[in-house]
């Protein structure tokens, strides 16, 4: 299986503060990566899918980069709506993976 | 604008089996995959399969060694995900979520997700 190793897995950062989220693959997955935002108690919502595509109706502070093994989710200036955790995906092969996940708090 | 809506919450016994449901609707059944995943409590999202609801084809994670069904019923407009043998390491939230490109061209990523559903496993 690939693995997706996220980096950090947790961090602390003020309103208004850029943000970026990395995440590792084991192995080259072409640009074949989503990232979802998930709160607590609820059920994880579609950011970025094919690595840098924005998912109709995200904020356009929401961006992604990256191909191959290495990748990222920048978000140009945090809302208070944004502290949530972030979670990458693989939809390069079978089995699809996530990664570890990234909790971002209020400093 | 589709929803998706599932079963409620679950306790079984370790070596029943479950199965929970997610109902579609606001969008045209037939058209998307639906996949599964599960978060246990402290992990990571794990994906389990997807079914074609066009056809019934169907893609599982051999990582479940055979022990999950998904199914779909399209008059119901309702897939169904079915884990046998179950142990307490079972016990997650389980997801069901639409394909994020339609069933012609399927990107295996997933938007709109269900509300999510607890099953536990304990004695």
């Known amino acids: 299986d690939i693995q997706l190793t996220q980096s950090p897995s947790f961090l602390s950062a003020s309103v208004g503060d850029r943000v970026i989220i990395t995440c590792r693959a084991s192995?080259?997955?072409?640009?074949?990566l989503a990232w979802y935002q998930k709160e607590p108690g609820k059920a994880p919502k579609l950011l970025i899918y094919?690595?840098?595509t924005l998912q109709s109706g995200v904020p356009s502070r929401f961006s992604g980069s990256g191909s191959g093994t290495e990748f990222s989710l920048t978000i140009g200036s945090l809302h208070p709506e944004d502290f949530a955790t972030y979670y990458c995906q693989q939809f390069n092969v079978y089995p699809l993976t996530f990664g570890g996940g990234t909790k971002v708090e209020i400093k | 604008q589709v929803q998706l809506v599932q079963s409620g919450a679950e306790v079984k016994k370790p070596g029943a089996s479950v199965k929970v449901s997610c109902k579609a609707s606001g969008d045209t059944f037939t058209r998307y995959r639906i996949h599964w995943m599960r978060q246990a409590p402290g992990q990571r999202l794990e994906w389990m399969g997807w079914v074609n609801p066009a056809n019934g084809y169907t893609q599982y994670s051999q990582n479940f060694q055979g022990r999950v069904t998904i199914t779909r019923d399209i008059s119901a407009t309702t897939a169904y995900m079915d884990l046998s043998s179950l142990g307490p390491e079972d016990t997650s939230i389980y997801y069901c979520a639409r394909d994020c490109g339609a069933a012609g061209a399927p990107k295996n990523c997933f938007e709109p997700w269900g509300q999510g559903t607890l099953v536990t496993v304990s004695s």
């Open positions: 094919t690595a840098s």
């Open positions: 192995e080259a997955i072409n640009s074949n």
